[in-house]
């Protein structure tokens, strides 16, 4: 047990700065929430078509967006191809909650349910082939190395972001490896699960340095027969290769393989699924268990109820039936919203922060000040 016991404990929490930063020097970086409903990004659904029923302009998702969230849109075609000219900064979130929200019973007509269905395929969808590019282009590698090669055996990442960039970082290093491995055998127990001493395998795992995706990931594909062993123990692909699970179905029942994401929608649950309701557990308790948090272009959205009930509890420990506050534990937060009183206020309340207890409250306005300055090892 002593192995871990002088070793500092750290969380890395990655939001969608981490990956904006990352490709911010690409033609086009990977878009925020609000900014997937630019033409940039719609004409990625199909991009190289000359029919006109794959043009975004003419797809369910373009109407519903057209009609209830008054975006406006032109369909146009040049170069012997289809395209949609859009700028908006609806929220996908907003959108897809929408969505949810006539599905669960606010419809008029059952016809309704179809279109909202195929729009609800056409997002999620969408969402695969704008993120799917980035991992083969040349994003600025340089926070994603300096977190890989400083991780040790008692450090942890935590995600929010579906795309797959960092982990193509992370397997060129024995211990970002490791970490990867560590989640595929969360995800896929029934290879891992051979010890049968089950307190040191549960203490080793509980031990075990993690890269936890909150959210899901656009290589996770489960089926979508609940009642299969695939729908809680997904099928993982490589992101050495070609990973649109779509196109396959399952490999135990022969249903269709869904995109294993929890949706981006106000009402998201880790109890979804067991997957993603062990990974919060196992997040919760290194966060916890943590001597510094380290939060990385993350905003603490309001609607995310459940990751803010995460960072709630990470303050507190327990000793016998009493809780208390543990004074030592650092906040690192980067993000330009530092300068933002509003934001420091919503950060200090998340972690139960008082006046004098703000001085274990780091702060970096920019992700290249941060990997200047922050001291990795």
């Known amino acids: 047990m002593s192995m871990y016991k002088d070793k500092k404990r750290r969380v890395f929490v990655l939001g969608a700065g981490a990956s904006k930063h990352a490709t911010r020097n690409l033609d086009i970086p990977i878009p925020l929430a609000r900014e997937f409903f630019k033409s940039e990004y719609v004409n990625t659904i199909q991009n190289s078509s000359h029919l006109k029923d794959y043009c975004f302009y003419n797809s369910s998702l373009n109407k519903f967006i057209q009609g209830f969230f008054n975006v406006k849109s032109?369909?146009?075609?040049?170069?012997?191809?289809?395209?949609?000219?859009?700028?908006?900064?609806?929220?996908?979130?907003e959108v897809?909650?929408?969505?949810?929200?006539?599905?669960?019973?606010?419809?008029y007509f059952h016809d309704e349910i179809s279109l909202v269905n195929k729009a609800k395929k056409e997002l999620l969808q969408f969402l695969f082939n704008v993120l799917e590019e980035y991992h083969y282009q040349q994003f600025d590698r340089e926070l994603y190395e300096n977190i890989s090669k400083s991780l040790t055996e008692a450090d942890t990442i935590i995600t929010y972001n579906w795309d797959c960039i960092i982990e193509s970082v992370l397997n060129e290093t024995k211990i970002g490896k490791k970490t990867l491995n560590n989640t595929y055998n969360l995800l896929v127990p029934i290879q891992s699960n051979k010890n049968l001493d089950f307190y040191d395998y549960a203490f080793n795992n509980y031990h075990k340095p993690y890269f936890l995706k909150l959210h899901g990931s656009i290589n996770w594909y489960n089926c979508k027969d609940k009642?299969?062993?695939?729908?809680?123990?997904?099928a993982v692909f490589n992101i050495d290769g070609d990973f649109h699970g779509n196109l396959w179905t399952c490999d135990y029942c022969g249903s269709l393989l869904n995109l294993m994401i929890i949706p981006p929608?106000?009402?998201?649950?880790?109890?979804?699924?067991?997957?993603?309701?062990?990974?919060?557990k196992i997040a919760s308790d290194k966060l916890q268990n943590a001597d510094e948090i380290i939060i990385i272009g993350y905003s603490f959205p309001d609607f995310d109820f459940e990751a803010n009930s995460l960072f709630r509890r990470a303050i507190i420990e327990y000793g016998d039936l009493n809780w208390y506050k543990n004074s030592k534990k650092i906040i690192t937060i980067v993000n330009p919203e530092i300068n933002s009183p509003q934001y420091i206020d919503k950060v200090c309340n998340l972690f139960s922060l008082n006046k004098k207890e703000r001085k274990n409250l780091k702060t970096f306005e920019s992700i290249d000040n941060f990997n200047k300055n922050y001291t990795w090892k």
């Open 74 to 93: 032109k369909k146009k075609f040049s170069n012997k191809k289809y395209h949609t000219d859009i700028d908006s900064d609806v929220n996908i979130e």
């Open 96 to 107: 897809y909650s929408f969505l949810e929200f006539i599905e669960q019973g606010d419809y």
């Open 227 to 234: 009642s299969c062993v695939r729908h809680t123990i997904p």
């Open 265 to 280: 929608h106000a009402h998201k649950s880790y109890r979804t699924n067991r997957v993603f309701s062990l990974q919060a």
